[in-house]
């Protein structure tokens, strides 16, 4: 089975990280990449001229009309992400769509409606569940090796992006490019959130893209508080405001131990992990250290081939907008805000990468 793919926004995200993961699956024979379209006729023509694809088509109804194309991956700006993967499943295509699945509640829930009934499978960015690391740790919480969490943090930021305005344009933002990350991660391992309070606002209003001074319409800095019931908390920090950090992306306390995820959790550098009872910490390296962020990619071509669910849920990246829109309004007001959707547990008994044996080595740290 050779699947052919089609591309939806032809910008850095394509001809980077996903072309780079589509060339190599294409040298396994798994997928063909076929057509690709973009509003700007210089990335039409740049990836025509690398790629050898057709990118003739003059909008993106074209191409997702194609009779010759299995997958379409969303990799547009954020506004139009929710309504061109409904259009893509509604024309019975396999879809990938890039964070945040759209940039409204009312548009996602017809998008997660549109994904129940269609023949096609729709995969959610951010990928992160995927990762060996993630897995580890997941399995190890679902274990109680660290007794029952309690409370975590999570962060990623940088200082922003220079290349594109959308960021910082209404729909675009820090919250929805980065914080969907430590969300996302965070869901995975508590559940589903039920309150929100949150500091979000506007540090920097004026950005320099591309040589321009540009205003500032979107958020860039935020503080997130989240209650998962049953005295539960975690709190995210992120925005395009952080210079460098030296941290863990992700920290977890139990009730006998502590988790805590090294590097970020769109690219881990393994994680350690504290023990009451050993009374020490254990540092378990990277086991992948080249998986790649774009991993959703082949877990939907995976889950194509063998007829199986995918392990990431729409469900999943629906309850992680409903949260961020949440912190928005709870910023705007200056209250709590509930949350309601629901959605499944991570379920890894569907074939993905294996997740391999974790190697513990000392903590020097601890003597």
């Excluded at 997702?64 to 295509?93: C, F, P, W, Y």
């Excluded at 890039?98 to 009934?117: F, I, N, R, W, Y």
């Excluded at 309690?150 to 490019?177: I, K, N, T």
Aim: one cysteine or more; proline letters at 6%.
């Amino acid at each position: 089975m050779t699947l052919s793919i089609g591309v939806l926004g032809l910008g850095s995200v394509f001809s980077g990280p996903y072309a780079s993961l589509i060339t190599k699956l294409e040298q396994e024979g798994r997928v063909r990449l076929t057509a690709g379209y973009d509003p700007d006729p210089d990335k039409r023509t740049l990836a025509a001229d690398r790629f050898g694809i057709d990118t003739s088509a003059d909008r993106p109804e074209d191409l997702i009309g194609r009779d010759d194309l299995d997958i379409v991956l969303v990799l547009t700006s954020m506004n139009q992400h929710g309504s061109l993967a409904r259009a893509a499943l509604e024309a019975g295509k396999h879809v990938l769509v890039e964070k945040p699945m759209s940039t409204s509640l009312d548009d996602a829930q017809v998008l997660l409606d549109a994904a129940a009934v269609a023949p096609g499978q729709l995969v959610c960015a951010p990928h992160i569940v995927l990762s060996p690391t993630y897995r580890e740790m997941h399995r190890r919480v679902r274990d109680g090796e660290i007794g029952d969490l309690h409370l975590a943090r999570a962060r990623y930021g940088w200082s922003g992006p220079w290349w594109g305005r959308w960021f910082y344009e209404a729909g675009g933002g820090a919250l929805f490019d980065l914080g969907v990350y430590n969300l996302t991660s965070l869901c995975g391992f508590f559940g589903a959130v039920r309150r929100v309070t949150a500091m979000v606002g506007t540090a920097i209003p004026k950005r320099e893209i591309n040589g321009e001074l540009v205003t500032v319409r979107a958020d860039d800095n935020a503080q997130i508080t989240l209650d998962f019931g049953n005295a539960r908390f975690a709190t995210i920090t992120t925005g395009f405001t952080i210079q460098q950090y030296r941290s863990p992306a992700i920290e977890l306390y139990g009730g006998t131990g502590v988790l805590q995820m090294l590097g970020d959790d769109w690219a881990p550098n393994g994680f350690e992990q504290w023990s009451n009872d050993r009374g020490s910490w254990e540092v378990f390296g990277e086991r992948d250290p080249n998986w790649p962020w774009t991993d959703g990619l082949r877990h939907l071509v995976e889950s194509v081939e063998n007829s199986t669910p995918t392990v990431t849920r729409p469900e999943h990246a629906f309850h992680a907008l409903e949260v961020m829109l949440a912190a928005k309004r709870s910023a705007e007001e200056g209250r709590v805000i509930d949350v309601t959707s629901p959605f499944p547990d991570l379920d890894y008994d569907t074939p993905t990468r294996p997740a391999g044996d974790a190697h513990a080595n000392h903590d020097p740290r601890t003597g």
